[in-house]
């Protein structure tokens, strides 16, 4: 039977699940059998049913002439008793929905067939007898005789009146689209005193439909009634707004028994809610018409998929026009059915690509996006090049006049309270865009307005000033290149290479081996990555350590060693961001161990010696940190000592060199600070902070080329000659910007030389900084100036004179006015917008104050980052930071005699105030 053809002498073919075959005979003439499957269980049924039928055929006469008989003719084969069986009957041709359909008939036939069927339903009714599968596609004309298949259901309307009533609405819609309304109306005319009368409000169980399109489990009487005549509405006879295909009617029924059969009831269901709603004919027959394609398309799919044998797993077009009609309105739809020309040609051609370019047409227009909408919001399209280029423009002229201001007059910041902020900013979410020009406004008046521009010459709390012109369009120009370096095929061909060509230079300056670009082998050699900051950096370079001393975690995790592995550093000069590693990388914060300072902010290598040779029991240190400017003072570390001490006892050196890798650029001032760093097995480096990079630029370097091919999976392709998919040795990004295209065009517009003078410029700049303050005489510095950043307390010699006579309790009471102070000073500048220092908490490692060493104050900073400032401009600031200052002497005096309440210490904020050793 798999080899005979699926049947399809109806115009709607049975669907193809239910095994139906054409079988062809020696005589072609005869039409050959028909075969199809009954289910087992239903052939008892079937056979009973067939004979009330035919009982109730014998009882009456029909008026036309006309006979009815039962398709009696066939025969059942089993393969064996308990399986469904085959029924082989002879085929009889066209069924009497095509006949009545297609007009073949005469009118004086049509009246007599129209007349026998309402004779035989009348009889039905008398005799309470419904016929279900009373459906002219269960019945054949053969001469003078109506010839009825198909007996799966009758009902006996005494017992099951309601079940009754619903058949013989379904009567209604089975006949819906054969007949015209005058001959609709003589066939149902006698229901109204027939049909069984059900109250509206009788409970009943929801079908399958019925609890996907109403998420109920019962449902009146009345509901489904309604729903039924709703049905009928969509499955009856429509006009076409054209006579070329079927007369110019479109017959709903042939689609709705398709959607009965092929569709899941949760499909049916959004279909019917979309379509029902429709009180336009010609808006409605469009979108049948729609429908209609993608049901030939789907039926021709399913009998080609089934004569082959295969299984399809092919989603249904039908299916995915109503997930159209989920995105668009009905009336989308069927416009777009309207401006498809030769609609009824290529229907009869190719109803899938027909449907196919409709859906594509819809979809790519959904709430009325068409092409200049798309024009209007995206770069790409010829047509708006000028007007996309004339916006980008206007949101760079932005940029710069936020960068510029009007000079050094013009604010660092609008101070504004983080609730008005917070009130100017919300809103609702848009629903409706704006035009780029208001947009732009926004930014210019609300967002920029107050922003803080970290360019600004009296901008002298971080380094990151992000003002280099070549960085600033390499970050412009990132984003319009829109590169992906998560592979180099398909991704980011040429961006791989400008990565790892700035890694390879960034090496050679750090003072590890390098190697022309041309002569890597692929990313087994590539050895550094970019990244979204120090913070990532130093995670990635705790990874790499910890997978090199204990390679198994790789596989086993942490679960599979007897130590907990631990890092050594000092705690009150490393940044959080080495706790948080080992928080995040699970270590846990316990595995760090801390050692002491020296006096100069810097890490004590004797203590971490004595750490190595006697580590706490259950503790393997497998990594030391050392710090190349740290975050509060910008004091480096010696690393060559360092280095010496980790390379004799066999842990990996890492080097923070945030903050101090700008110095790598000046021979001069490496040699003098940075002298071992070549020594660490990994290096964090950040060109946002100190070589005027916009953010993000991050990049972390190791010695060792082979470690980042760890963090692949896939050991042979990491290891394969021309591999150059950086995403393979990435932890942590997996799609990434091409954010190292700023520091590329950095390096190759300004040069090494000239970017080394410019780190050189910044020593003076906070040297003279540093001696101001000293000659005003109302601060005290915590530190000496290494490089970039200068430690001060508000500290007045009136107060130190005062300070100086209390017990020790007293001092620390002191010192805790002098932290007050400072914050309030500190606070008073920021807000005016016209001096920035930063602020956070620092031990007196040298009792410089005199409340005992290591007493913790809160502290300004001054860290200027911006070669552009002016002596002019340092003047400027000091002369506001003395006078703010000079106002709070008294007050501040006051206090300490206990004369005014203490101020309430403000909690110190900012990444250099998120101490590991608070």
């Known amino acids: 039977m798999a080899s005979q053809p699926p049947l399809a002498q109806t115009a709607v073919p049975i669907h193809p699940s239910r095994r139906a075959r054409l079988v062809q005979s020696a005589d072609r003439s005869s039409g050959g059998l028909v075969a199809l499957v009954w289910s087992a269980e239903s052939v008892e049924a079937r056979l009973r049913n067939e004979e009330r039928i035919g009982e109730l055929l014998r009882q009456f006469t029909s008026p036309s002439g006309l006979r009815f008989e039962v398709q009696g003719d066939y025969a059942l084969v089993r393969v064996d008793p308990s399986s469904d069986p085959w029924a082989f009957t002879p085929n009889l ?42 459906a002219p596609r269960n019945m054949f004309l053969r001469g003078e005789v109506i010839v009825l298949i198909d007996f799966e259901e009758v009902v006996d309307a005494a017992v099951d009146p309601v079940r009754a009533a619903e058949c013989l609405l379904w009567h209604r819609i089975f006949f819906a689209d054969c007949l015209d309304p005058v001959e609709a109306e003589e066939l149902f005319a006698g229901d109204e005193g027939g049909a069984p009368l059900i109250e509206d409000g009788h409970p009943l169980a929801a079908d399958s439909f019925e609890r996907a399109l109403l998420n109920v489990q019962t449902i009146s009487w009345q509901q489904r009634r309604d729903l039924l005549w709703q049905s009928l509405r969509l499955e009856g006879r429509h006009a076409r707004p054209e006579k070329v295909r079927d007369r110019g009617l479109l017959h709903g029924h042939e689609l709705g028994h398709f959607w009965g059969d092929f569709l899941p009831a949760a499909q049916e269901a959004r279909l019917f809610s979309h379509l029902a709603s429709v009180s336009d004919p010609a808006m409605l027959v469009a979108c049948l018409e729609v429908f209609e394609a993608a049901m030939e398309a789907d039926i021709c799919r399913a009998i080609t998929v089934n004569c082959r044998g295969e ?68 770069v790409g399209g010829s047509a708006s090049r000028a007007s996309h280029e004339a916006d980008l423009t206007s949101a760079v002229r932005v940029g710069l006049d936020f960068l510029h201001g009007s000079g050094s007059e013009t604010p660092f910041l609008r101070h504004a309270d983080p609730t008005a902020l917070q009130k100017t900013i919300a809103g609702p979410l848009p629903e409706a865009g704006s035009c780029f020009d208001h947009v732009l406004a926004e930014i210019e008046e609300v967002i920029a307005r107050h922003s803080i521009r970290q360019g600004h010459p009296r901008y002298l709390a971080f380094p990151d000033s992000g003002n280099a012109l070549a960085a600033l369009a390499g970050s412009i120009l990132s984003p319009l290149l829109n590169q992906n370096l998560i592979a180099v095929d398909r991704s980011a061909p040429s961006a791989t290479f400008v990565e790892v060509q700035v890694i390879e230079w960034l090496r050679a300056l750090v003072g590890y081996e390098d190697s022309p670009l041309t002569e890597l082998r692929g990313v087994k050699d590539v050895g550094g990555l970019w990244t979204t900051g120090g913070h990532l950096s130093n995670h990635v370079a705790m990874l790499a350590a910890l997978g090199r001393a204990y390679p198994q975690v790789r596989k086993l995790g942490l679960r599979a060693l007897d130590t907990q592995p631990s890092v050594v550093m000092a705690g009150p000069i490393a940044h959080y961001s080495h706790s948080d590693a080992a928080f995040h990388l699970g270590l846990g914060w316990d595995s760090v161990l801390s050692v002491g300072t020296e006096r100069g902010f810097t890490t004590d290598p004797a203590a971490v010696d004595r750490l190595l040779a006697d580590p706490p029991a259950g503790r393997t240190p497998f990594m030391v940190v050392g710090v190349a400017g740290n975050c509060r003072t910008t004091g480096l570390d010696d690393l060559e000592a360092l280095g010496e001490v980790c390379r004799r006892h066999g842990v990996w050196f890492h080097v923070d060199a945030c903050h101090g890798g700008s110095l790598i650029f000046s021979e001069r001032l490496r040699s003098q600070h940075l002298a071992g760093i070549e020594l660490a097995d990994s290096v964090s480096l950040d060109p946002h902070k100190g070589l005027f990079t916009p953010y993000p630029s991050s990049y972390v370097l190791f010695r060792d080329r082979a470690v980042l091919t760890q963090f692949s999976r896939h050991e042979a392709a990491v290891m394969a000659d021309d591999c150059w998919d950086l995403g393979l040795i990435t932890p942590f990004l997996g799609s990434r910007g091409f954010q190292s295209l700023a520091t590329w065009m950095l390096l190759r517009h300004v040069g090494t030389r000239t970017l080394g003078a410019m780190v050189e410029s910044r020593q003076a700049i906070v040297r003279y900084l540093e001696r101001r303050v000293d000659d005003s005489g109302l601060f005290v510095r915590l530190n000496d100036v290494d490089f970039y950043r200068l430690a001060f307390v508000f500290c007045p010699p009136a107060f130190r004179r005062a300070m100086a006579e209390l017990d020790p309790a007293g001092r620390l009471r002191a010192a805790k006015v002098i932290s007050s102070y400072t914050s309030r000073l500190n606070t008073a500048l920021y807000q005016s917008g016209e001096v920035c220092f930063d602020e956070h908490t620092l031990g007196d490692l040298d009792d410089r104050i005199g409340a005992g060493a290591g007493t913790s104050y809160t502290i300004m900073a001054a860290c200027p980052g911006n070669p552009l400032v002016t002596r002019e401009d340092l003047d400027a600031a000091m002369k506001k930071l003395v006078s703010e200052a000079l106002a709070l002497v008294e007050p501040m005096l006051a206090e300490l005699r206990g004369n005014l309440p203490q101020q309430t210490r403000r909690r110190a904020g900012g990444p250099a105030g998120w101490s590991d050793v608070e």
């Open 93 to 134: 041709g066209q069924t009497l929905e095509d006949l009545l359909r297609s007009d073949a008939l005469g009118s004086a036939v049509r009246g007599r067939v129209v007349v026998s069927l309402r004779a035989m339903r009348k009889a039905m009714l008398t005799a309470g007898v419904i016929w279900q599968g009373f």
């Open 311 to 378: 299984a399809d797993g092919a989603p249904l077009r039908t299916e995915a026009v109503i997930d159209a009609l989920d995105a668009v309105e009905v009336g989308d739809l069927a416009a777009e059915r309207s401006r498809i020309v030769h609609w009824y040609d290529r229907l009869v051609t190719d109803p899938a690509q027909l449907v196919d370019e409709l859906l594509l047409a819809v979809g790519t227009a959904v709430g009325g996006v068409d092409r200049s909408v798309l024009d209007m919001y995206l």
